[in-house]
């Protein structure tokens, strides 16, 4: 499960498999069921759910991931999730706050463009699932580029005979 962002500085790609949070399970005709994964298994619990008995009756999800995503990335170039949110210490959060998320999440997770108010999560961050060939020239292409700047900065030493 990769997911890719952009901004006018870079893309970055994550793999969200172990990421935990809430999700929802869409058929054709708007939202299924919905879940939510407290172990960091996000990517299991969907596999899951393609072989019980609910396996038949969705065909897309989203999700609200409570692990951020960090700017560091690991050897092989994707952003790594932070730390989860049972390890996490709690932070006190005001009630007004909490009810805010959970309507922004409503709003979006079902789609209502009624909402006249069009709710944010604080800190939210959106990203969109890309396909591991894609994920694979965006990581090709990045090594490709530190290894071009690496190569400016310590140019190759030639010996002369």
């Known amino acids: 499960m990769l997911g890719s962002r952009s901004s006018r500085e870079r893309q970055r790609v994550a793999d969200f498999r172990t990421q935990s949070g809430l999700y929802i399970l869409y058929n054709r005709y708007g939202p299924y069921y919905v879940g939510v994964v407290k172990a960091d298994r996000l990517g299991h619990r969907l596999r899951d759910h393609l072989k019980d008995r609910h396996g038949l009756n969705w065909d897309r999800f989203s999700w609200f991931g409570f692990r951020r995503v960090l700017s560091k990335v690991d050897a092989g170039g994707l952003s790594m999730l932070g730390p989860s949110v049972r390890s996490a210490t709690s932070t006190p959060v005001g009630s007004g706050a909490v009810i805010s998320d959970i309507e922004a999440m409503l709003i979006t997770g079902f789609g209502l463009d009624a909402n006249i108010k069009q709710s944010a999560f ?40």
């Open 122 to 161: 604080r800190g939210k961050q959106e990203w969109k699932q890309v396909t591991r060939e894609r994920a694979n020239q965006f990581l090709a292409a990045r090594r490709q580029q530190q290894k071009m700047a690496r190569e400016r900065t310590h140019p190759p030493r030639t010996h002369n005979s």
